[in-house]
């Protein structure tokens, strides 16, 4: 009865209702990458019923852009249809920034996420109270758009720690704390 396509950051939350169902083995997850539409995912379906059923999908960590979705909803028998079509806009983000780390404080690993206003080259290190860097997370290029790095400080001890974005011109150092 609908289909529906959501931006959550860099991934895209797809979410579809049928009011009833006969036979239905299941929903390939269409994008659509140059001219065809080429299968991401599966959802199995329900087989028959008259009750209502939601179903939902997540295409994550997509860079910015435009996407467009489908459904091939798929019988026991072979038999398929396709749904219309729903597109959605992944926006680069305006302005650089460096998120607070989350959770923090930690033990042993926390998410770090950053937003690219451009195409950028990109690092990302770990120092401690004393100024000595103790990891590189990342160096090398990056789209604009929206990114996350894990960070898994299970061989360093507990204790305040900084992390520092370098991005082009744009660079921010923010603080963690690791309790064991």
Known sequence: TSFNAFVSGNDVEL???????????????????????????????TGTTTQIQNYAYTDKDLAAGIYSYRLRQVDYNGAYEFSEIVEVNIEAPKVYTLEQNYPNPFNPSTKINFNLAADSKVTLKVFNLLGEEVRTLFNGNLSAGNHKVDFNAAN???????????????????KMILLK
Not at 18 to 40: C, H, M, P, W, Y
Not at 156 to 174: C, H, I, K, M, N
């Open 156 to 174: 360093l001890p507990s204790g305040v720690y900084f992390y520092r974005l370098q991005a082009g011109d744009f660079v921010q150092t923010r």
């Open 15 to 45: 979410n579809w209702i049928t009011a009833t169902e006969t036979n239905n083995l299941g929903f390939e997850v269409q994008r659509k990458s140059g001219d065809e539409f080429l299968t991401i995912g599966y959802v199995k379906g």
